[in-house]
């Protein structure tokens, strides 16, 4: 778990170097039951809405399509929706976020825990998991209208 974590940081690091802006998504997928679908990651804990980097030729809307697929099984029936997007000073003073909102979908099949995904789940929005991070709080808060949105993660 350790050198995971060392690995990541590296990596990370590394990639700053090579490329000193990123770009990374997240995705807010509701079910039938207005619940929210949450990843929570082997490498860092809490658990956070789904998403990841943007590759290299690859547009935001691609990246949220193959990291919903790769974290939770998740196949977009539409397009995802552009909500915001985000300065994330936290991670570096040149990293963005773009949140997305997505319509109906079908999973393949219940997501199994592997190396970067330990759990998923869809959540009633009152009643999320214990470790829900503060940034994913505030992007539910504000796709709820609770908040007005914020333009840093």
């Given at each position: 778990?350790?050198?995971?974590?060392?690995?990541?940081?590296?990596?990370?690091?590394?990639?700053?170097?090579?490329?000193?802006?990123?770009?990374?998504?997240?995705?807010?997928?509701?079910d039938?039951?207005?619940?929210?679908?949450l990843?929570?990651?082997?490498?860092?804990?809490?658990?956070?809405?789904?998403?990841?980097?943007?590759?290299?030729?690859?547009?935001a809307?691609?990246?949220?399509?193959?990291?919903?697929?790769?974290?939770?099984?998740?196949?977009?029936?539409?397009?995802?929706?552009?909500v915001?997007?985000?300065?994330?000073?936290?991670?570096?003073?040149?990293?963005?976020?773009?949140?997305?909102?997505?319509?109906?979908?079908?999973?393949?099949?219940?997501?199994?825990p592997?190396?970067?995904?330990?759990?998923?789940?869809?959540?009633?929005?009152?009643?999320?998991?214990?470790?829900?991070?503060?940034?994913t709080?505030?992007?539910?808060?504000?796709?709820?209208?609770?908040?007005?949105?914020?333009?840093?993660w």
């Amino acid at each position: 778990m350790r050198f995971q974590k060392l690995l990541i940081t590296a990596m990370h690091g590394a990639h700053l170097l090579a490329r000193p802006m990123t770009l990374g998504v997240r995705a807010a997928v509701f079910d039938a039951d207005e619940r929210i679908f949450l990843v929570r990651h082997t490498y860092v804990s809490g658990w956070y809405l789904p998403g990841g980097g943007v590759d290299p030729g690859e547009t935001a809307a691609e990246a949220i399509c193959r990291e919903l697929l790769e974290e939770g099984n998740v196949e977009l029936d539409e397009p995802p929706t552009l909500v915001s997007v985000y300065f994330n000073r936290a991670a570096s003073n040149r990293d963005h976020v773009l949140l997305y909102r997505s319509g109906g979908f079908r999973r393949s099949a219940l997501k199994m825990p592997d190396r970067e995904i330990a759990e998923t789940g869809f959540f009633d929005l009152d009643d999320l998991p214990e470790g829900t991070t503060e940034a994913t709080r505030r992007r539910l808060d504000e796709l709820a209208g609770r908040q007005p949105i914020d333009p840093y993660w």
